[in-house]
Structure formats: structure tokens, C-alpha cells
T-cell receptor
Framework: NAGVMQNPRHLVRRRGQEARLRCSPM?????VYWYRQLPEEGLKFMVY????????ESGMPKERFSAEFPKEGPSILRIQQVVRGDSAAYFC??????????????FGEGSRLTVL | GEDVEQSLFLSVREGDSSVINCTYT??????LYWYKQEPGAGLQLLTY?????DMKQDQRLTVLLNKKDKHLSLRIADTQTGDSAIYFC?????????FGSGTRLSIRP
């Protein structure tokens, strides 16, 4: 039973390029979350998606960042025109809320973006 | 200030108990969590506590919740080298989970 799969694990981009990070949730999970982790900082919430719907994007920067979770395929976090400050680890987590749910999130191993 | 606060570092001697503390601002959370992150990996849930509980024990782990002071702690008994990691306090908030900055636990011989 595969866990949350993220790829690529490491991505290097030059300033101005685009970065695409993919996340396949755990089997049976329909809720996906993206978090960003900067050095010496905690995880900052970015966005919460269900299939074909953005539920909460209150943590997404207003420009250059977008996320989707299509009916088929992985969730994608897209960063356009990357800048050095976008260098971070981006974590995806999934859940399948239901009765008695504790809200536990299952995390992938992260995608580490380096912007040169 | 930050919603969930923790100290950044803790160093303990192998075999001693580790106590990691956390404070939060919003008392409406139903669940509070402790997650563990090992180097180069994602986070894994260690334990959680429901907001109507004061204490929860699970083998070497003890979670204490003081709702009045909005204080959560994690005690690890008989700390081992394998416990070296970053420990995140977190709380449930509407549609998401909010994490603290993490406490890096290091073990000295």
C-alpha cells in the first residue's frame, strides 16, 4: 500500500523558470494539502484541495503560485517565474476524512526546490 | 505572534526524559498533534490528543494538555539516539492543520 508519493524529490531551477511539483495521495484519499518548509521554520500551510476543487488557498502567495487536483492524475503545485526565495522543501499530505476521523495527515517525503 | 509556538532546540542525555513544550493561541481546536520528522523525510504522526482530555500515554510518550494555559507538552521517557528528530506541535483548524516551527531534539551520550 503505497504512501503519498511526491516527485521530483529534488528540483533545480534558474530564476525565471517554472517549477512543477507532483503529488499522488495515498490510495483511497481524496484530500490533498500542500505545505512549504523553509530552513529553521515550521511547515506553512499553502493550499487544501479535493478532487477538482480548491477548498482553502489562504496560504498561497497571490502571484506565481497555483495548484490543482484533477479528476484523474496527481495533484500539481506550479510555481511560475521562480525566484531564490522560492527555494524550500514542499510537502504534500493526504487524508480521507470520515466519521471518527482524527484529522491525521499522511505526508510524502517532500520535493526540495533549489533556485539558482 | 505565531499561532503555534515551540522552542527551536532541545538537547538531552541518552536515557533521560525529554520534554518538548508548545503553546497555541486558538482554543477552539478539537485535536492537537505531535508529528516527528527525521532527516530528509516527511512528517509522521506520533500521537494526538482530543481537546477534552488532559493526558494521554502511549508507551514511552506522554502528552499533557493544559487548556486553560493553552499549553501542550510531549514527554519522551528513556530517550534513545533514534529519537533524534524534529518534533512538530500542531493543531486542527477548520480545514487544515497548523504547525509550529518544530523543536530539534538532539541526544548526547
Amino acid at each position: 500500500n503505497a504512501g503519498v508519493m511526491q516527485n521530483p524529490r529534488h528540483l533545480v531551477r534558474r530564476r525565471g523558470q517554472e517549477a512543477r511539483l507532483r503529488c499522488s495521495p495515498m490510495k483511497g484519499h481524496s484530500h490533498v494539502y500542500w505545505y512549504r518548509q523553509l530552513p529553521e521554520e515550521g511547515l506553512k500551510f499553502m493550499v487544501y484541495l479535493q478532487k477538482e476543487n480548491i477548498i482553502d488557498e489562504s496560504g498561497m502567495p497571490k502571484e506565481r503560485f497555483s495548484a490543482e487536483f484533477p479528476k484523474e492524475g496527481p495533484s500539481i503545485l506550479r510555481i511560475q517565474q521562480v525566484v531564490r526565495g522560492d527555494s524550500a522543501a514542499y510537502f504534500c499530505a493526504s487524508s480521507n476524512p470520515g466519521q471518527g476521523d482524527t484529522g491525521e495527515l499522511f505526508f510524502g517525503e517532500g520535493s526540495r526546490l533549489t533556485v539558482l | 505572534g505565531e499561532d503555534v509556538e515551540q522552542s527551536l532546540f532541545l538537547s538531552v542525555r541518552e536515557g533521560d526524559s525529554s520534554v518538548i513544550n508548545c503553546t497555541y493561541t486558538d482554543s477552539s481546536s478539537t485535536y492537537l498533534y505531535w508529528y516527528k520528522q527525521e532527516p530528509g523525510a516527511g512528517l509522521q504522526l506520533l500521537t494526538y490528543i482530543f481537546s477534552n482530555m488532559d493526558m494521554k500515554q502511549d508507551q514511552r510518550l506522554t502528552v499533557l494538555l493544559n487548556k486553560k494555559d493553552k499549553h501542550l507538552s510531549l514527554r519522551i521517557a528513556d530517550t534513545q539516539t533514534g529519537d533524534s528528530a524534529i518534533y512538530f506541535c500542531a493543531r486542527a483548524s477548520a480545514s487544515k492543520i497548523i504547525f509550529g516551527s518544530g523543536t530539534r531534539l538532539s541526544i548526547r551520550p
